[in-house]
């Protein structure tokens, strides 16, 4: 073998390559405003190749394809891209309030953790990932899976998870028009009522003990909200038609997911096929029904 051929030969073997499989998320979850969320059955999927130059490979997506791509923002807090190809994929629709920027940050953070080896632990991840996000709920269910309760205290940032109780399953609403984040943070007030406050506190301590104990009735008592749906309202009306008329079709009950517009419908499995047949019907012509599980597993590299 000539010495070109050999350099590319060892050149492939050493070539630093991880695949990146990160899941959507759905946050607030109704009363948990920037304290809770649950991870998706959809995910968005990186693919970091070692290659000699700096690429983002988007496929449709419409994101940057330069370092100001959030994905290679995150991954630049660890070390430089200069020399990696990012190739960006999946199923997570943007702008649509499920997670789709906290996906991306802890995709660029978990990938170059594992390229470089740095060791991080699941804390440090969350507390680098937080500061970019500015808050701690979706990333906190992209790095591990299943629903999280996140706090901020004199001890620092916490997060707490809650697997999935059997037998729950969750339908989106995911209407083609977005929302942007920006307005639907703008829509909440600095002061609430200490009566709304109250009222949150109780549904989002109820709805964490029905996912704990797998009480459905108490996770659909859970999920009322008096703090930022009704007051984001007119900026996806239909959308909150669905979180309004969640019972009357059958399931558990629905909330808007994150900033916004997707609904998150929560059902019991038996009851799932009909309530998707009534809001398949119902959303014909402005959103997709997708019938979809809550993740167990958070980020995670499928292949070295």
Not at 74 to 81: S, W
Not at 279 to 295: D, H, I, M, P
Request: charged share 20%; aromatic share 4%.
């Amino acid at each position: 073998m000539q010495l070109g051929g050999l350099l590319l030969y060892l050149y492939a073997v050493i070539e630093r390559h991880r695949l990146v499989r990160v899941p959507a998320s759905s946050a607030n979850l109704g009363p948990g405003y920037d304290v809770m969320a649950a991870a998706l059955d959809i995910h968005l999927e990186l693919e970091v190749r070692e290659t000699g130059t700096f690429a983002v490979e988007r496929g449709e997506l419409d994101i940057p394809v330069d370092r100001e791509n959030l994905l290679v923002r995150a991954f630049e807090t660890l070390h430089p891209a200069d020399d990696f190809t990012f190739r960006i994929g999946g199923d997570i629709p943007l702008a649509r309030g499920m997670g789709s920027s906290a996906a991306a940050i802890v995709a660029g953070l978990v990938a170059a953790d594992h390229i470089f080896e740095l060791g991080l632990s699941r804390q440090e991840l969350l507390e680098r990932a937080t500061v970019l996000e500015g808050h701690p709920d979706n990333v906190a269910a992209a790095l591990s899976g299943g629903f999280v309760v996140c706090a901020v205290s004199g001890k620092g940032l916490t997060s707490t998870r809650i697997d999935a109780p059997e037998g729950l399953e969750g339908i989106l609403v995911i209407p083609h028009e977005q929302v942007s984040t920006a307005r639907a943070r703008d829509a909440i007030p600095a002061e609430v009522p200490i009566s709304q406050a109250v009222a949150n506190v109780a549904a989002a301590a109820q709805l964490a003990l029905g996912l704990s104990l797998g009480d459905f009735d108490l996770i659909s008592s859970g999920l009322s909200d008096q703090l930022h749906q009704e007051r984001r309202r007119e900026l996806f009306p239909a959308s909150m038609e669905i979180v309004d008329s969640a019972g009357e079709l059958g399931a558990i009950g629905a909330t808007i997911s994150g900033a916004g517009p997707t609904v998150l419908v929560w059902s019991g499995w038996q009851e799932t096929g009909a309530v998707v047949a009534k809001l398949r019907q119902r959303c014909a012509g402005w959103a997709e029904v997708k019938r979809v599980g809550f993740s167990p597993i958070g980020a995670d590299v499928p292949e070295l």
